[in-house]
């Protein structure tokens, strides 16, 4: 099982380092870290008592894995989720924000071990993904991997202005794609076929 540092370290090469896509609800980011991110916690690292696009560009590497530990993993409770579920449910927090903990809910509750989708990590939850667990050890990660592929292609669907973030230019799969697929066993991953199919109606 990777450490937590490792699993950030790896959140951190698939996210790269400063881009500031208009199309990006986030905002400017740097190594992940959006500028509303930044903003909600008041991270002014240039000391002008303004935080905005300069203090995106000023984050380090080491800075983000700190952000990335205490506010996507320690504070939201992931380390309280069996391990095999953690790598995949902490990459889509800093990816997603509580939206990863709402799939988990609504993937546990048709599992048959109901919790509510409110998107904080409770008891409740946690009983709900340990009895998941025990049930379909072999099993449970990839369905979240799963359940997570789904969300982002239909994010897309309905939001045409996010479809580059599914499916490249040269109609390949897209970062949300591959990041999803990195997470389940090769079986479960879509061919560029398949793919190809899924994505048909955007045009």
Request: proline share 5%; net charge neutral; with cysteine.
């Amino acid at each position: 099982m990777q450490t937590v540092q490792e699993i950030a370290n790896d959140i951190i090469a698939r996210e790269g380092g400063f881009v500031n896509d208009p199309d990006d609800p986030g905002g400017a980011t740097n190594y992940g870290v959006t500028l509303h991110t930044m903003q909600k916690l008041g991270i002014d690292l240039t000391g002008d008592y303004v935080v905005d696009v300069a203090d995106v560009k000023a984050l380090t590497r080491a800075q983000a894995v700190d952000i990335y530990i205490e506010h996507y993993f320690n504070r939201p409770g992931v380390s309280q989720l069996p391990e095999l579920l953690q790598p995949s449910v902490f990459d889509m927090m800093v990816n997603a924000g509580n939206n990863a903990v709402k799939l988990l809910q609504r993937l546990l509750t048709d599992m048959g071990f109901p919790c509510s989708p409110d998107g904080a990590i409770g008891p409740q939850t946690i009983s709900a993904a340990q009895r998941a667990y025990e049930a379909a050890p072999h099993h449970l990660a990839d369905a979240y991997a799963i359940a997570r592929r789904n969300y982002y292609y239909r994010l897309a669907d309905a939001r045409p202005a996010s479809r580059k973030y599914a499916r490249k230019l040269n109609g390949g799969k897209g970062g949300w794609i591959t990041r999803a697929e990195y997470f389940m066993s090769q079986k479960y991953r879509l061919t560029e076929a398949e793919h190809s199919k899924r994505v048909a109606a955007w045009g």
